[in-house]
């Protein structure tokens, strides 16, 4: 079945350093990749929508300058957090659809700590 | 936009029980209707989904029934086993995967 690669998979880092977080789809191309917020015994929330090539649309509260999205490839989508503070520690999930119509793929999350 | 309701929050079973999970949307627009499970620490995983031009679907010992005209639809686990512990999300959207909106999610546990 459709896999996707997350990695990291768990990041501790100090406030002020920048994080970078890969989504990879490993056995098809997506066109559209998702990010996602997930705080402790909540839902998933989504963050933006990555489309390959062109530029993230992204929900309404989502800072664009701190949450960077990238989708160089149709394998490929990175959510970079810019200078990450302490609020910014929460898990992050991206998942990703073959094409439209079809169910998304998670991948396993990114557990980020920001000290 | 669409709202997503669950319920229970929490359920606890015994093992080889039956569980049951409902959620509620809110747009008449959407006709997608997966269910995703939530291991730990770890991404979710598609466990069985639904579309508006079905009633029922089944698989092993999972399935799904939808009403569309009260626009609901529930996960039915049958013969429950420790490793169905987890937490279980429903999830609404259109064709296009817009407006694909999660509910809160649901804590299985399964007593040995």
């Known amino acids: 079945g459709a896999v996707v690669s997350q990695h990291p998979s768990r990041v501790i880092c100090k406030s002020g350093t920048s994080v970078k977080i890969e989504c990879r789809s490993l056995?098809?191309?997506?066109?559209?990749m998702f990010w996602y917020r997930q705080f402790p015994k909540k839902s998933l929330m989504l963050m933006a929508t990555s489309n390959e090539g062109s530029k993230a649309t992204y929900e309404q509260g989502v800072e664009k300058d701190k949450f960077l999205i990238n989708h160089a490839s149709l394998t490929l989508s990175t959510l970079t957090v810019t200078s990450a503070h302490p609020e910014d520690s929460s898990f992050y999930i991206c998942?990703?659809?073959?094409?439209?119509?079809?169910?998304?793929?998670f991948g396993d999350g990114t557990r980020l700590s920001i000290l | 936009g669409e709202n997503v309701e669950q319920h229970p929050s929490t359920l606890s079973v015994q093992e080889g029980d039956s569980a049951v999970i409902k959620c509620t949307y809110s747009?008449?627009?959407?006709?997608?209707f997966p269910w995703y499970k939530q291991e730990l620490g770890k991404g979710s995983q598609l466990i069985i989904d639904i579309r508006s031009n079905v009633g029922e679907k089944k698989d092993q010992r999972i399935a799904v029934t939808l009403n569309k005209t009260a626009k609901h639809f529930s996960l039915h686990i049958t013969e429950t086993q420790p490793e169905d512990s987890a937490v279980y999300f429903c999830a609404a959207s259109g064709n296009y995967g817009q407006n694909f909106v999660f509910g809160p999610g649901t804590r299985l546990s399964v007593l040995p």
């Open positions: 998942s990703a659809i073959l094409e439209a119509n079809q169910p998304q793929h």
């Open positions: 747009d008449s627009a959407s006709n997608y």
């Open positions: 056995d098809f191309q997506a066109t559209t």
